[in-house]
C-alpha cells in the first residue's frame, strides 16, 4: 500500500469495522488461551451450565405458581379462559368458531374439566419449544442478556399459557418455523403449511401473515441495510392501505376500530386508540404505521398499562434493542458484499416481520397483543442467539486456519488503515469465531 493510500482518512464503516475486527481478533486469542489453559476464563466457560440451571430453576417456579392457580394474577388476564370454560360448559353457544374449535381440541385432550392441568399442559408446550429454540444455536456464545430474556419468556408463558388459551397451538407454528435450520423446499414450505393451517382452524388473520411472511422472505434475501428494510416495511402498508378498500371493502385500521366501538380506556386500560382520528386509506396507513412503531418502543403501554404492563414494556423494549443490535453486529462482521443473514435467519426475521405488522392491523388492546405476541418471542430469542459470534452450526463445519494463513495475519489496530482496507476474502479468513455469523457453506437464500 502506498503512503499515500496509508495517509487517506477513515470512512466510519471501516472504523468500525476495524474495532469490529480487532474484537474478534482478540476473542479468538482469548479462546485459544482458555483451551491451553483451563483455568483462564472460567466464568464465561461456565456461562451456559448458570445459564441453564437459572432457566431450570425458571421453568420449576412458573409451573409451580401455575399449579397454584397464579396467585396474584388480575383477573381480567383470565378473560379467554372463562370463554372457553363456557364454551365447553355448553353455556356460551355464540362464541365465535375459534373458541368453538379450542375447547374441542380441549375435549380431546381430556382437559375440558381439569384447568389446572390444562394450564400445566399449555405452559410445558410452550417451554418444550423454547428448549428447541436455544437448542438450534451453542449456548456457548449465549450472553447473559440473552439467558436474561429467555427466562423473562417463561415468566410471560407462565402468564399468558398458564390457564386455558387460544394459544396453546400457535406455538405448532413456531416449532415449524424453528426446526429446519438449512434450506431446501421442506424447510420453506413447512412454516408457510403451518401457518395456513392455523389460519384456517382459529385466525383467518394468519393467512395475512402466511402472505407477508412470503414477501419479506423473499425481499430480505438480498443484503439490505435498516433504511432499506424500514422502507421496505412501508411500502407493504402502503400496499395494504390500497388492497384493503379495494378488495374487503374496509379501511386497513377497520377492524380494531370495530372491536373497540363499544369499549374505554376505562374498561380496558390498555385499549390502542387511532394516533390520528381519521378514515380512509391515509388514515389507515399512518395509524397503522404508528401502531408498529408503539410494539417496537411500547412508549403507550408504559403510561396507560400499570405496574405489570410496564414490567413487561421494559422487557419488550430489552428484547427488540438485543436484537436489533445483533443484527447490527452482523452486519459490521459480515464481509462487503456478502448476505448479512443466512436462510434461516431470515426466515425468523421474516416472521417477526409479519407477525408485527398484522398485529398492528388486527390488535384492539396491547394487552392482547402481548398474549398473542408471546409464542412469537420464542423465534426472537432463536434468531438473537443464531446471531451471536460463533453461534451457527456452520462454525463447526469450518476447518482449522492453516498455518500459511495464520502467518499471513497480521494485527489489527482501530487506525490501521492497511488492515481495513484489506479484500473480503482476507476479511472473512481473518475474523476467526466472528465469520461464522456468515457462514460460507449456506446463502442467504
Known amino acids: 500500500m502506498t503512503a499515500r493510500q496509508s495517509s487517506e482518512p477513515l470512512t466510519r464503516r471501516e472504523l468500525t469495522r476495524a474495532r469490529a475486527d480487532a474484537a474478534a481478533r482478540r476473542t479468538e486469542y482469548r479462546h485459544r488461551l482458555i483451551q491451553r489453559t483451563p483455568g483462564i476464563g472460567d466464568r464465561g466457560h461456565h456461562r451456559p451450565f448458570v445459564g441453564g440451571s437459572l432457566l431450570m430453576i425458571a421453568s420449576l417456579l412458573a409451573l409451580a405458581w401455575v ?117 431446501g423446499l421442506p424447510a420453506e414450505l413447512v412454516p408457510v403449511a403451518a401457518m395456513l393451517l392455523y389460519a384456517q382452524g382459529f385466525r383467518t388473520y394468519w393467512f395475512l401473515v402466511a402472505g407477508l411472511y ?90 396507560r398499562g400499570g405496574a405489570i404492563y410496564l414490567v413487561v414494556a421494559l422487557i419488550l423494549l430489552g428484547i427488540w434493542g438485543s436484537l436489533i443490535a445483533a443484527i447490527r453486529s452482523a452486519r459490521i462482521r459480515a464481509p462487503r458484499g456478502s448476505s448479512v443473514l443466512t436462510a434461516f435467519q431470515n426466515r425468523l426475521f421474516a416472521a417477526i416481520l409479519a407477525f408485527l405488522i398484522v398485529q398492528s392491523i388486527f390488535e384492539p388492546d396491547y394487552g392482547s397483543f402481548l398474549r398473542h405476541l408471546t409464542p412469537m418471542l420464542i423465534v426472537a430469542v432463536c434468531l438473537l442467539l443464531s446471531l451471536r459470534p460463533g453461534a451457527t452450526g456452520a462454525s463447526a463445519r469450518r476447518g482449522p486456519t492453516s498455518a500459511a494463513c495464520r502467518r499471513g495475519q497480521r494485527p489489527v489496530g482501530t487506525t490501521d488503515a492497511a488492515a481495513t482496507r484489506t479484500s473480503a476474502a482476507t476479511r472473512a479468513q481473518e475474523n476467526g469465531p466472528a465469520a461464522a455469523s456468515t457462514p460460507a457453506v449456506e446463502s442467504a437464500w
Open 67 to 183: 399449579a397454584a392457580e397464579q396467585p396474584g394474577l388480575p383477573g381480567h388476564f383470565a378473560n379467554d379462559e372463562g370463554t372457553i370454560i363456557s364454551v365447553n360448559r355448553g353455556t356460551f353457544t355464540e362464541a365465535d368458531s375459534s373458541f368453538q374449535l379450542i375447547a374441542a381440541v380441549y375435549r380431546w385432550m381430556g382437559l375440558s374439566e381439569l384447568p389446572t392441568l390444562a394450564a400445566l399442559v399449555g405452559v410445558a408446550s410452550y417451554l418444550l419449544v423454547l428448549t428447541v429454540a436455544i437448542s438450534r444455536t451453542r449456548t456457548t456464545t449465549a450472553e447473559w442478556v440473552d439467558w436474561a430474556i429467555i427466562i423473562c419468556c417463561v415468566a410471560l408463558a407462565a402468564v399468558y399459557h398458564g390457564a386455558y388459551t387460544k394459544d396453546l397451538l400457535t406455538v405448532g407454528a413456531v416449532l415449524a418455523l424453528i426446526t429446519h435450520r438449512g434450506r
Open 214 to 303: 412470503l414477501a419479506l422472505r423473499l425481499a430480505l434475501r438480498a443484503r439490505r441495510g435498516w433504511t432499506a428494510t424500514l422502507a421496505l416495511i412501508l411500502v407493504l402498508y402502503a400496499g395494504l392501505s390500497v388492497v384493503f378498500p379495494l378488495v374487503v371493502g374496509v379501511d386497513l385500521d377497520h377492524y380494531r376500530l370495530t372491536v373497540n366501538e363499544h369499549r374505554t380506556a376505562e374498561s380496558v386500560n390498555t385499549l390502542i386508540v387511532q394516533f390520528f382520528p381519521g378514515a380512509g386509506p391515509v388514515s389507515g396507513f399512518v395509524n397503522s404505521v404508528l401502531t408498529f412503531a408503539s410494539f417496537i418502543i411500547p412508549i403507550p403501554l408504559m403510561l
